[in-house]
Structures are given as structure tokens and as C-alpha cells.
């Protein structure tokens, strides 16, 4: 039982992780099948909402030591 307590919240941030990824393909395909300006802002966007992401995530792990 105790494998699933630990299995499932890492399962749910792979989930998340996918959806995510998902979302930014289907909205940078979307625009630039749209035009190639609009898809440059998307992707653009992109890039700076993963990199903010990452950068809070980074800033809220718990660092090594004692």
C-alpha cells in the first residue's frame, strides 16, 4: 500500500508535465498555422512562461546540506 502513496503523486506530476507540453504544442501549432508572426509570439510566449516556471520551481526546492 505504501507504493501507491509514493507511485501516484509521481504519476500526477508526470500527467501534469504531459498536459502541459500538450497545451504549448497545440497552441504554437495553432498560430503558427495562423500566420508565422502570430506563431513567433506564441512561441516567444512560450519560452518565457516555461523559463518563469522553471525558475519558481528551481526557487522552492529544498537545497542539499544538513
Request: charged share 10%; aromatic share 16%.
Amino acid at each position: 500500500m505504501m507504493i501507491f502513496r509514493e507511485l501516484l503523486p509521481f504519476v500526477w506530476r508526470v500527467f501534469d508535465l504531459l498536459c502541459y507540453l500538450a497545451a504549448l504544442i497545440a497552441l504554437n501549432w495553432a498560430m503558427f498555422s495562423w500566420n508565422k508572426m502570430a506563431g513567433a509570439f506564441a512561441l516567444a510566449f512560450s519560452f518565457a512562461v516555461t523559463g518563469l516556471v522553471s525558475e519558481l520551481l528551481a526557487s522552492n526546492t529544498p537545497k542539499g546540506g544538513d
